[in-house]
């Protein structure tokens, strides 16, 4: 036998070792990750199309057995579907001048009202404007206008996000570097927090928890280099800790929401999630890498026991939905179309009997209705719902 021969010989025996050795590699995953998803108590899921007239979805909310849409198309204009969350139909579409409704940013339900953040850009989008920003305020039960309030005292400047508490609606200002409170009932302007101690620096992202309002702060030391996180009393707006040191690893925190005592903000330029403790604002964890896999995180969802994390993959195509266990963080499953050696070489043998053909492109809004999550992207909706 040449000394050719003979080599040829080893690198075939060599490939074939190797074969071997993966397909052991992939069976032990396969078999682990049943067991794992078993205990960590995961559901199987299928994809239901929604249908396609709502690509390009800016924020979505749930109020009661309805899920409420706003839509930018980046023309001036701007929409308002509701939409059943027992079979995705479309109820109604709001749109039109009397709505007052343009460049919508953020959405919120609550007390059989909807809450809709505009920002008419009366300005160049990219720096502050006061007065560049209106709230319209619509009846859930039957889609109808109550109001739109504008004007320099509410100190809208680009708002970004809405939510409601105890009477009350909070509008974060991302321009405006503020958070304005509106009386829910009628509308009025209460006060506009700002300055100082709150650090409200490009506010993106508000939630509640309890009697506490919680602002994600996407500017900080460096431009997508930072990031902070302020806790207010809902009872009076007063500020009662800004959380910013790099233990947090905030990064950029495009999305915020609250579960069980804990509060979970996604890291956009981190390529993590950080989790709080409600109660005192602690540093629990920030979750990365490994089965985790972050790409651009940029919505979060909350269903009492699970957190849904929605990855869309900024810089190019694609984007994936990941599971995590809301009681500790731990990773449960990665929704993308991903392969399994795309799947190794984040070092997450775990995750290869999760991937599926998904087809995500570029995911930010998620909503949890019911046993559904609602997850929104530039192709339309995708309706993940337990069997």
């Known amino acids: ?37 078993g205990l960590g108590g995961g559901f199987a899921v299928r994809v239901l199309s929604a249908g396609g007239v709502l690509r390009g979805a800016a924020a979505v909310a749930v109020g009661g057995s309805d899920v409420w ?64 920003g209106t709230v319209t305020e619509l009846n859930a039960g039957d889609g109808s206008w109550v109001r739109t309030v504008s004007g320099l005292k509410y100190g809208f400047d680009f708002p970004s996000a809405v939510a409601v508490s105890g009477g009350h609606v909070w509008v974060a200002n991302y321009w405006g570097g503020s958070v304005t409170e509106l009386n829910a009932s009628d509308g009025s302007w209460v006060r506009t927090l700002s300055g100082g101690r709150y650090g409200f620096i490009q506010p993106s992202a508000i939630t509640v928890a309890g009697s506490h309002i919680w602002v994600a702060n996407a500017g900080g030391a460096a431009d997508n280099g930072g ?12 500020w009662v800790q800004t959380l910013s040191s790099a233990r947090y690893g905030f990064n950029d925190p495009s999305a915020i929401a609250a579960v069980g005592g804990h509060i979970w903000v996604a890291n956009l330029y981190g390529n993590s999630v950080t989790e709080l ?20 995180p940029a919505g979060i969802a909350v269903d009492g026991a699970h957190v849904w994390i929605t990855s869309s993959n900024i810089d190019e ?22 392969g399994w050696a795309q799947t190794l070489r984040h070092g997450c043998v775990l995750d290869i009997l999760t991937h599926g053909s998904y087809r995500f492109l570029n995911p930010s809004p998620i909503a949890a209705a019911g046993s559904s999550i609602w997850v929104f992207d530039v192709n339309g909706v995708t309706v993940l719902t337990a069997r």
């Open 1 to 37: 036998m040449s000394l050719a021969d003979g080599a040829r010989r080893r690198r075939k025996f060599l490939t074939i070792r190797f074969c071997v050795a993966m397909a052991v590699v992939l069976a032990a995953g396969a078999a682990v990750g049943l067991a794992f998803q």
């Open 69 to 132: 849409v706003v839509k930018d198309p980046g023309n001036g204009g701007g929409s308002v579907a509701e939409l059943s969350a027992g079979d995705g139909s479309v109820i109604r579409t709001l749109s039109g001048g009397r709505y007052g409704v343009h460049y919508p940013a953020a959405v919120a339900v609550s007390g059989g009202r909807v809450w809709v953040a505009n920002d008419p850009q009366t300005g160049d989008g990219r720096t502050s404007k006061p007065g560049d």
């Open 227 to 238: 990031g902070s996180v302020t806790e207010l009393n809902a009872g009076d707006g007063s």
């Open 277 to 296: 403790n409600a109660g005192d604002g602690g540093w629990v964890q920030t979750l990365s890498g490994g089965c985790y896999n972050f790409d651009s």
């Open 317 to 338: 195509t694609g984007g994936s939905v990941t599971e995590l266990n809301a009681s500790d963080g731990s990773w449960i499953r990665t929704l993308s179309s991903d």
